[in-house]
């Protein structure tokens, strides 16, 4: 995307997202022969859009998501993945999920961790030791990566370590959070590409492709791995100048 520009799936519909709509927003201008509308030609403002909690929800059962702010839906391999985001901030967030999950008895196999001064929830809910369903909210959107959540709904039941792991948002045994996904293609957190920028002092795309495969693919994510390497020899340049 250039700058003054603005992206929205035009395909979408009310069961995709809260607000998904985007045909409303097009003024009634059509092609006189195909009807098309002058969707690329719409003008449009940006403003930004202030929440609370930022949060997503992998689900093996789709579920009725309706009263918070922001929601967006996708269908995955054995489950429905869920982005949320809300202004308000339900007083129990356990209730708030158990009911949703049909989860209501004390006796359910239902983990969960708070931590309220910093906004924190995360949950998992297991049936017969096989993983039904799990949430992670955060005032911020530096959530667990949702790759390896999604591969443990392939599994039969959940080992020890991975119980533990759900609540801890990272794979059991990774030493350190990869990060939100930059690299879809291949899977590349933002904390694996500053770790990687700063230990190896890469300075161009070329070099993070050739170490970590980032940004060789659909290309989608070289904008953010520029900033990245920006912001690196920023931080380089402060350094210096205060030298």
């Known amino acids: 995307m250039t700058r003054g520009c603005a992206f929205v799936p035009i395909h979408w519909s009310a069961e995709n997202a809260s607000q998904a709509r985007a045909g409303a927003l097009v003024g009634a201008i059509v092609d ?8 690329k030609h719409t003008p449009a403002r ?6 609370e909690w930022h ?3 992998l689900s093996r059962t789709a579920l009725s998501i309706t009263d918070v702010t922001w929601w967006t839906v996708v269908r995955g391999k054995g489950f429905w993945r869920y982005e949320l985001a809300g202004r308000e901030v339900p007083r129990d967030w356990a209730g708030w999920m158990r009911h949703r999950l049909g989860a209501l008895e004390m006796s359910s196999d239902y983990l969960d961790y708070h931590d309220p001064a910093s906004g924190i929830y995360r949950a998992a809910h297991l049936v017969k030791d096989r ?13 667990p990566e949702r790759r390896w959540l999604a591969g443990l709904f392939d599994k039969e039941s959940l080992s020890v370590a991975e119980r533990g792991a759900l609540l801890a948002g990272r794979p059991p045994g990774a030493r350190e959070d990869a990060g939100p996904l930059v690299c879809s293609c291949f899977a590349v957190g933002r904390n694996t590409l500053r770790h990687a920028i700063a230990r190896h002092e890469l300075s161009d795309t070329r070099q993070v492709g050739a170490r970590l495969r980032a940004g060789t693919n659909c290309g989608s994510c070289l904008p953010e791995i520029r900033a990245l390497l920006a912001e690196r020899a920023q931080a380089q340049t402060t350094v210096a100048d205060t030298a």
């Open 32 to 39: 006189p022969v195909s009807g098309e509308p002058e969707f």
């Open 46 to 51: 940006v403003e930004p859009f202030p929440v």
């Open 131 to 143: 993983l039904a369903a799990c949430f992670y909210i955060a005032r911020r959107p530096d959530l």
């Open 55 to 57: 949060g997503f929800i």
